[in-house]
């Protein structure tokens, strides 16, 4: 026998689930609010253990990573120990030889090919930051925690941002992309879990906004206020429609709901976090226009974001993903139409490693000019941004022209607050990548972090 039809209820049904639907899709959305933070939600004790120099000044660890490896005979440098001269890729780095630490004999083997053949792109950049073996797939994502969301799990409850993702890469991709790997592999650095990716942002003005809020100088803390308390209707909307839904639910699609409410109990607690933390700071300086076209111009706003995001202390961790490994960028402006990653298969033709070795030198000039930055910044203790700083910046390849991902080009730079010991080439042998990681863990007061990824143990002598 057939039951009656209620198309009343099916139709208030049906209106109620978009509703919820869209008010998902608005919650799952909304940013995190960032600005000034500081030590007052902990006991003193605590608090000088984590993320904090000797001063008492904050402790900023940031990765930034660039593409397709470089010219091995160009990046690294004569000499050893203090007593080096840079190469011609790193010659940029001069005026900062002393904040700085070439990084020899790191490397990634859980990104070389073995049984999975092609993928050394996604592998370089998958790897990079997580030091695991990626499931080739361009659905089942299976990668690992990446460190800076380690160490955002670990000190992000000091500051508005748990991490910040930075990004020079303005296309979104999805499905398979290099050889049956998936996008995300490709074009993602940091990693909450091993199958979530942590989306970045390539607009200076929205991480602009989402720092500070929108609108000039004087509008911004109100419009903070704003959003969080339109944040907080759309959540409490969605939440009353969850409740409605459920009973009409089975139980797949429950736990589907489930997971659907954590992300919104997440957004909630950054909320709360974020009026704990009080109003943001005004930095007193324009909102940054969008996008440039110039792709120079691009990735130094993105540096002057995170540098602003350190300064106000909105955040302690960061990535700057300049371009995904395998990007095939041109270079018209340096006089190199042809694109980067054909380029990097230069089969030792000459003029072709030339123009790589330029491509690389240019991504170092870009670098130069934000550790300048940094130096050029006070801290809240008399020091600079950078001598309280820990920036990694390296490739996931080391000669793209072999697909090779051993002796990987890595430069840490910073003081690490007086406890790195940089002005140094330093050839560690063969050693994880991952080994560095946990050294700087360490850093920031997370000792107990006795494994990461393929890690062997600390690295000795940074």
Request: charged share 20%; glycine share 12%.
């Amino acid at each position: 026998m057939n039951t009656p039809r209620n198309l009343a209820a099916e139709r208030h049904f049906s209106l109620s689930r978009r509703r919820f639907l869209r008010g998902i899709g608005a919650g799952i959305a909304v940013p995190a609010f960032a600005s000034l933070g500081g030590l007052s939600l902990l006991g003193a004790d605590a608090a000088a253990k984590l993320a904090v120099t000797a001063t008492g000044a904050p402790l900023r660890t940031a990765f930034v990573f660039f593409p397709n490896g470089a010219i091995p005979s160009a990046w690294w440098p004569k000499g050893e120990g203090s007593e080096f001269a840079l190469g011609a890729t790193l010659q940029p780095l001069e005026a900062h030889r002393r904040h700085l630490q070439i990084l020899g004999g790191l490397d990634h083997h859980a990104a070389e090919a073995g049984p999975d053949g092609g993928g050394d792109h996604a592998r370089g950049n998958g790897v990079f930051l997580t030091g695991v073996r990626l499931k080739k797939s361009a659905t089942d994502l299976q990668a690992g925690i990446s460190i800076d969301q380690a160490m955002a799990r670990e000190v992000g409850h000091l500051t508005r941002f748990a991490s910040l993702e930075l990004t020079g890469d303005t296309g979104r991709y999805s499905g398979a992309c290099d050889s049956g790997y998936a996008c995300a592999y490709q074009h993602n650095l940091s990693w909450s879990s091993p199958t979530t990716p942590v989306s970045a942002e390539a607009n200076p003005r929205m991480v602009f906004e989402r720092l500070f809020g929108s609108g000039t100088a004087g509008e911004r803390a109100a419009s903070l206020i704003r959003r969080q308390q339109e944040q907080r209707s759309v959540l409490d909307f969605v939440l009353e429609d969850a409740r409605g839904m459920e009973r009409r639910l089975n139980t797949p699609d429950r736990a589907k709901l489930d997971q659907y409410l954590s992300g919104i109990r997440d957004i909630e607690k950054r909320i709360e976090k974020a009026e704990r933390f009080g109003t943001a700071k005004d930095p007193g300086i324009d909102t940054p226009p969008g996008i440039p076209t110039d792709y120079g111009q691009h990735l130094q706003l993105m540096y002057d974001m995170l540098v602003l995001a350190f300064q106000t202390d909105s955040t302690r961790v960061a990535t700057m993903l300049l371009a995904h490994d395998g990007s095939n960028r041109s270079f018209a402006d340096i006089g190199i139409p042809e694109g980067h990653h054909d380029l990097s298969h230069h089969q030792n033709n000459e003029e072709k490693v030339r123009k790589v070795a330029e491509i690389d030198q240019w991504y170092a000039k870009q670098f130069a000019q934000f550790l300048a930055k940094l130096e050029a910044t006070k801290d809240v203790d008399g020091q600079s941004l950078l001598h309280n700083s820990m920036i990694v910046y390296g490739g996931g390849n080391a000669d793209a022209n072999r697909h090779t991902h051993s002796n990987l080009p890595i430069v840490l730079a910073g003081g690490g607050g007086g406890t790195l010991n940089p002005g140094r080439y330093v050839k560690h042998g063969s050693k994880p990548t991952t080994n560095l990681f946990l050294s700087l863990a360490d850093r920031l007061g997370m000792k107990s972090l006795s494994r990461f990824g393929d890690s062997t143990g600390r690295l000795e002598n940074v």
